[in-house]
């Protein structure tokens, strides 16, 4: 099992930047990809970015150009830096850690952009 602890949500204006933190504990050794999920407010759970073991990297294009994501030297550690934000980006942001389709989940960090 793999605990998910996330950090850096909070509210920005629009065109601001936040950066998000996951930490992974317990069987990280299991662990082949990291990566972010959001969900809006009335609205399914969607992707925003992973990135493997081996460093291969995949995007949501709404937030291409925009977001990078990247991992600490132990990679058990996975950062979202998130600049140009919209109103649109406003969601829960969650972690995921594991193999696809059997994710473990952190509790989710609430990001909200606004005026």
């Known amino acids: 099992q793999v605990q998910l602890v996330e950090s850096g949500g909070g509210l920005v204006q629009p065109g601001g930047s936040l950066r998000l933190s996951c930490a992974a504990s317990g069987s990280s050794f299991s662990i082949r990809v990291m990566g972010w999920y959001r969900q809006a407010a009335g609205k399914q759970r969607e992707l925003v970015a992973t990135i493997t ?19 600490d030297n132990t990679k058990n ?8 934000l919209k109103p649109e ?3 829960v942001y969650y ?3 594991g ?17």
Request: charge should be positive.
């Open 95 to 97: 972690c995921a850690a």
């Open 89 to 91: 980006d406003t969601a």
């Open 53 to 71: 073991r081996g460093g291969s990297i995949n995007y949501a294009d709404s937030v291409k150009g925009r977001f990078l994501i990247s991992t």
């Open 99 to 115: 193999v696809p389709g059997t994710y473990n989940w952190g509790r989710g960090t609430q990001v909200t952009v606004s005026s």
């Open 77 to 84: 550690t996975v950062y979202l830096q998130m600049n140009g």
